[in-house]
């Protein structure tokens, strides 16, 4: 065997080797709060991977809250919705989506050191497990309604 052909092999098999990466896009992003004397507020986007490796959004920071944390809306045993934190993050599937919508999962800002005014922006910081820290320019949107600009997708 030629060295050329030893080299290419051994490319070959290294570049098979090689882990698969997610590619995380943000889609349609807003941030809202329900009053203006409101303490809390949330963002709500649709995160695209479009890579060969699953990912998982683990964390969220920005400087216009407190604290931030993912959260989800679930029905306790009553039947009332609830809204409680997700340690665990949120899976974004290899070539799939995970919509963060109203009444479902999503980034909530507790502790607001500034009020969020329609026209605003928020810059918010997503880590992910794979793909590292997304930093994102949110606008707030108060005049949204719960469905305007959000599509169905898988998650």
Do not use: C, W
Request: proline residues 3%; glycine residues 10%; without cysteine.
């Amino acid at each position: 065997m030629s060295v050329r052909t030893l080299s290419l092999a051994a490319l070959a098999t290294f570049a098979l080797a090689l882990p698969g990466f997610a590619e995380i896009a943000v889609k349609d992003p807003y941030a809202r709060v329900s009053t203006m004397m409101s303490k809390s507020g949330a963002a709500f986007m649709v995160l695209e991977n479009s890579g060969d490796s699953d990912d998982r959004l683990v964390s969220a920071a920005s400087d216009v809250a407190e604290r931030v944390e993912l959260h989800t809306h679930k029905s306790d045993e009553s039947g009332v919705m609830r809204m409680m934190e997700v340690e665990e993050g949120f899976a974004i599937p290899a070539g799939g989506s995970h919509a963060l919508a109203r009444g479902g999962d999503h980034v909530m800002f507790l502790g607001l050191t500034r009020s969020l005014e329609h026209g605003d922006t928020v810059t918010v910081t997503l880590t992910f497990e794979q793909a590292g820290d997304v930093e994102v320019e949110i606008p707030v949107d108060l005049e949204r309604k719960p469905m305007h600009g959000q599509t169905k997708h898988g998650g």
